[in-house]
């Protein structure tokens, strides 16, 4: 070849492979992080209730601090009577079939949510109407300090009056003004989304994400056959990293404890069919006892191999929670005086008995969550020294709803960023309300107390009664008082990332459900060429 | 020497099962309440002298727990092979009585033959809540029906046997023909159906446990160790699957070879 060639063809082949290699860089991630909702993608129906619906945009959004931002609304007041909230929206923002997001969205959105008995609780809304295009007011019956939560995570829907507007098989056929479209869902198996070319904001590095929804073990099993870019680990599993892979740490107000069913068992049945109550953890010596008993720091090392942190309450570390709700170490001895003074005596069969009636129950978690089963199991070991048989039992969640939900101790999780979430857990009103307070508890001051922080004029005041409620120097939900609870742990969310996938600072995660790290999506980068 | 001699080698395999069976009953005495003690300190351990079978993620001792695992699934298997050889047996009985109640029985063998076993299984337990009465119930429901086409089968030959007819001529009634005469005659076979059923009794209830279908994940039972070895298979904790595995399939061959041998001897 003639020498003055080799400099062009030399030129030519580099600038071939700059075009390749650009075309090869990372357009789609592949995304094992959790299940799917049995409601689909539906706004109205509880879809998003912790934040970041990715088909839809919210009204605000929660900083790094979880201080409200500016998202489709640009500016936002509460009227001096906190009753009237007004939102100025931004004129750019697009549905994914191109048409504009307006105020008669919203208001549509929000009246339409306060009607459909959803999981967005809309009780306090009085009516939501369009001033004009661009400016929604929202009217509350009565003032609600946790209202502003509403705005952070409902996410908007198109009205049903326009085109392509909202109807029953939304859910299954989303339409938002958020980053992604939905391109398709096999119910059970995948997601397969793609960019909103309308979204407002910047453009997501990812032309495309595959939400795969396998088990624990297949999550980790196709972790470690490099199949996936993020998958979830539980906990117990999540020191096993595979190759090329990072750990990545998410921490959360996530926790997992014992709820207690508070209520005698005398026959009476849920609106579900579900027994309510139980004889033994009605009495407060055994919550009591169980509360002191167990050693959440060898739960955290045992249950969660580390990646998490002892747990005293529903929402450790937030402004609404009282710091001085601790239990210093377990103390079997206080615990014993306790259960001794309540007329609990220990027999020969090792378990304590009061008026004939053992001190045994079933200790109720979800069969197919290995974190409950080891905190069910090893929580059942220490506290049977006590003369507490408390019997770790593995069920459907079906079968958990159906049938133990009321009259088990049951191995749940909570954990959001709103004071609201404490609201629902404890006061009477939500007495069997799915899984929210699903142990009958009922405590007049504590509901006093709870009613006054919705009504606070202020978000310090509000935290005060907050605060309050979980111990008011006399009584409470919390460990001091009424023991509702035995909290036992806060968790880490665990994630296998791909060493070349950069996830960018990620916030508290609240409860699982509905993928939190997605929250800083926007963020997320491929380091690699 | 013993391939040549039937009887001798059902005797040895007998002899084999039989202690499996004694140390399994005496297990259960001196195990007391090993397989649910946790040692924090000794999570996950590999096998080694002061832990035969390794441990489990909370410290539990292999070893204890095969064991436990073996003796319910030995006496779920019991239990199930036994209703489903009482089933198989009251059927093949019920076929003996009538044509019409012959081409009934037929019908119900034919059609349960043609579900597969796992599916109507998994149905069962589910629809019964799970739990170990609800797998024991299960098992027996759907294992019966190739035994009770055997027996049937030996009931139609027999009906026609001399002595048989020569009992019904001199105006016998039907039951006491089949009291006296026929059933007898069936119990070696009952005996064997048994024993080949229990392998699978065994199989099927640790497979509807592993699936999530049977007994509490609360109890050591072979399924649930073999469901939570697969959780920690990725992290090379291989010993939690071998041993419990190796377990089971030491009990389904003594048993099977055990059936298989009496067969042929009897």
Not at chain 1, 127 to 137: P, S
Request: net charge negative.
């Amino acid at each position: 070849m003639a020498k003055p060639f080799r400099p062009i063809l030399l030129g030519i082949t580099l600038s071939c492979l700059a075009v390749a290699s650009g075309v090869q860089a990372k357009e789609q991630l592949i995304l094992a992080i959790g299940g799917e909702p049995e409601q689909g993608f539906d706004p109205l129906l509880g879809w998003g209730q912790y934040g970041n619906p990715l088909f839809q945009s919210t009204l605000l959004s929660r900083g790094k601090d979880l201080s409200p931002q500016a998202e489709l609304a640009t500016e936002w007041s509460l009227s001096d009577d906190r009753l009237t909230w007004t939102l100025i929206l931004r004129d750019d923002a697009r549905f994914s079939d191109g048409t504009p997001l307006t105020a008669e969205d919203v208001a549509y959105t929000f009246n339409t949510a306060a009607r459909a008995g959803g999981r967005a609780d809309l009780s306090a809304l009085e009516v939501a109407t369009a001033l004009d295009d661009h400016t929604v007011t929202l009217r509350l019956q009565a003032p609600r300090i946790t209202f502003i939560d509403q705005l952070l995570t409902l996410g908007i829907v198109p009205s049903a009056e326009r085109d392509n507007g909202y109807s029953e098989r939304y859910g299954r056929h989303p339409i938002g003004s958020g980053p992604y479209q939905l391109v398709e869902w096999q119910e059970g198996e995948q997601l397969i989304v793609e960019r909103n070319p309308y979204f407002y904001g910047p453009e997501p590095t990812f032309e495309r994400l595959v939400f795969l929804f396998t088990g624990e073990d297949t999550t980790l099993s196709t972790a470690h056959a490099g199949q996936v870019d993020i998958a979830s680990a539980p906990a117990a599993l999540a020191s096993n990293l595979p190759a090329h892979m990072n750990r990545t740490i998410m921490q959360s107000v996530d926790n997992r404890g014992i709820l207690f069913p508070m209520q005698p068992a005398s026959g009476e049945q849920a609106a579900s069919g579900a027994p309510i109550g139980n004889d033994v953890t009605a009495d407060i010596a055994i919550r009591q006892a169980i509360n002191l008993a167990v050693d959440r720091d060898t739960l955290v090392d045992v249950a969660l191999h580390g990646f998490g942190r002892p747990a005293f309450g529903p929402a450790d570390g937030l402004p609404w929670s009282a710091e001085e709700e601790q239990i210093a170490a377990p103390n079997l001895g206080l615990a014993a005086e306790i259960l001794d003074g309540a007329g609990w005596k220990l027999r020969d069969d090792g378990v304590r008995y009061k008026d004939g009636l053992p001190a045994r129950f079933r200790l109720t978690y979800p069969s197919s969550d290995t974190t409950r089963q080891l905190l069910s199991e090893v929580s059942a070991e220490m506290v049977r020294p006590l003369g507490i048989d408390m019997q770790p039992t593995g069920r459907h969640w079906d079968e958990i709803k159906r049938e133990a939900l009321h009259q088990d101790a049951i191995m749940l999780g909570f954990g959001s960023h709103s004071p609201q979430e404490i609201y629902y857990l404890f006061h009477s009103q939500h007495a069997g309300n799915g899984f929210y307070n699903s142990g009958f508890y009922a405590n007049a001051e504590v509901d006093a107390n709870l009613d006054a922080a919705q009504a606070a004029e202020s978000v310090a005041q509000a935290n005060d009664y907050w605060r309050a409620a979980q111990w008011g120097g006399t009584t409470g939900y919390g460990v001091r008082g009424d023991a509702s609870w035995a909290w036992l742990v806060n968790l880490e969310h665990v994630y296998f990332t791909n060493s070349c996938l950069d996830v960018g600072e990620l916030g508290i995660a609240p409860h699982g459900h509905g993928w939190p790290i997605t929250s800083n999506l926007l963020e997320w980068r491929w380091t690699c060429d | 020497m013993i391939r040549h001699q039937p009887r001798l080698r059902a005797l040895l395999s007998a002899g084999i099962t039989l202690l499996l069976i004694m140390g399994l009953i005496a297990s259960q005495w001196l195990l007391g309440d090993t397989p649910q003690q946790m040692q924090f300190d000794a999570r996950l351990a590999p096998p080694s002298l002061a832990h035969w079978f390794g441990t489990d993620a909370l410290g539990r001792e292999l070893w204890a727990r095969t064991l436990a695992g073996l003796s319910i699934s030995f006496w779920v298997g019991c239990l199930a092979a036994l209703l489903s050889t009482l089933i198989a047996l009251s059927l093949a009985a019920l076929a003996a009585l009538s044509r019409r109640l012959d081409a009934l029985v037929s019908l119900l063998i034919d059609t349960l033959l043609s579900v597969p076993h796992l599916i109507l299984l998994m149905l069962i337990a589910f629809a019964l809540g799970g739990g170990t009465q609800a797998v024991i119930i299960a098992v027996a429901a759907t294992h019966w029906p190739s035994l009770a086409r055997v027996l049937r089968a030996e009931l139609l030959h027999l009906r026609q046997a001399p002595y048989v007819r020569i009992s019904r001529a001199l105006g016998k009634s039907r039951w006491f023909v089949l009291h006296s005469h026929l059933l007898p005659h069936l119990l070696p076979h009952c005996l064997i159906g048994a024993l080949l059923l229990f392998p699978h009794a065994i199989l099927h209830e640790a497979a509807l446990t592993f699936l999530g279908f049977g007994l509490s994940p609360s109890q050591p039972a072979v399924g649930v160790l073999l469901a939570e070895a697969m959780r920690y298979l990725t992290g090379g904790y291989w010993w939690l699957g071998v041993f419990p595995g190796l377990g089971l399939l030491i009990m389904v061959l003594c048993f099977a070879r055990l059936g298989s041998n009496l067969r042929r001897a009897l």
